[in-house]
């Protein structure tokens, strides 16, 4: 089956001496969600880092719908929407220019632009702010904006970073539907995340991360069996794995 993300045998860190990652195997298919789940320091950022192609692996590859970031940066990038864990706005833009911006540096047509970005502004109930600077953004409108960028790009796949860290609860519900909309039309979505229950819900498969290493890697029901734990949920599964330190 076709495969819009492939990250195969991924070496990595921050000093070549020092790899984080150990031989990371994972892909993500067209109408799924993947959740990246880990403890705090297992290697979820700087995976992502790497797919992103901020960093070098020191063994194996990244490939998005079949081709690695040296084969051809600009199509490997414009093929992804990142959702940061921080956002980053430019001070000195309004609302409706980073929507601008984002537009323009995806080469996204006017009628097409001016329709999604409708429909964002609608969804996440920022229609009264597009002429506001983000220095007048709380925390959850400031990744709002990260999101609905993300979203206008409309990508074949998406890689957000514990993307509801600030949302209130009904900007944590306009994000799910839209993921679940993505999905619907034939997204893949690599998800990090620390809110288990939530993930439980909308993941389609997970990987288990711990200190820089996959440990399982599945449905629920593949997770269940590979622990031999029936009945549990992922809350019980994170326990386990981390407890017992398994590997893949
Ligand atoms: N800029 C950096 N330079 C050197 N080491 C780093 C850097 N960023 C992270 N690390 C190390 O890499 C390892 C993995 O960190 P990473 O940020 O990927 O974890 P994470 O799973 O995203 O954690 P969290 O849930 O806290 O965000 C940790 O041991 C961390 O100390």
């Known amino acids: 089956m076709e495969k819009v ?12 001496s020092k790899p984080v990652l150990h031989d990371i195997n994972f892909n993500i298919r067209p109408h799924e969600i993947v959740g990246l789940i880990g403890l705090n ?8 880092k790497h797919i992103l192609g901020l960093m070098e692996p ?18 490997y990038r414009s093929r992804m929407a990142y959702i940061p864990e921080t956002p980053l706005l430019y001070e000195e833009l309004t609302l409706w220019e980073h929507l601008e911006l984002t537009a323009m540096a995806y080469g996204i ?5 001016k329709e999604r970005a409708d429909r964002l502004l609608k969804e996440f109930r920022m229609e009264k702010m597009i002429r506001w600077f983000p220095s007048h953004f709380s925390k959850g409108m400031r990744q709002k904006v990260m ?6 790009v409309n990508p074949k796949l998406y890689v957000a970073d514990e993307p509801f860290v600030g949302l209130d609860p009904l900007g944590i519900k306009s994000f799910l539907d839209h993921m679940t909309d ?3 039309k034939g997204c893949g979505i690599l998800m990090s995340t620390h809110i288990l229950a939530t993930a439980e ?8 991360l711990h200190e820089g290493r996959i440990v399982v890697k599945g449905t629920m029901e593949e997770l269940r069996e590979q622990l031999n734990l029936p009945g549990a949920d992922l809350d019980d599964i994170y326990v386990a ?8």
């Open 182 to 184: 993505m999905k619907e």
């Open 147 to 152: 999101i609905m960028c993300a979203f206008l």
């Open 41 to 48: 320091g297992a290697g979820k950022s700087t995976t992502i």
């Open 5 to 16: 993300m492939e990250v195969s045998g991924l070496t990595g860190g921050y000093q070549k």
């Open 201 to 208: 819900k909308y993941c389609d498969r997970f990987i288990l």
């Open 58 to 75: 020191h063994k194996g590859e990244v490939r998005i719908q079949g081709k690695t970031m040296a084969e051809n940066m600009e199509e």
């Open 241 to 248: 794995v981390t407890e017992e330190g398994r590997h893949e």
């Open 109 to 113: 047509e006017e009628k097409a632009f």
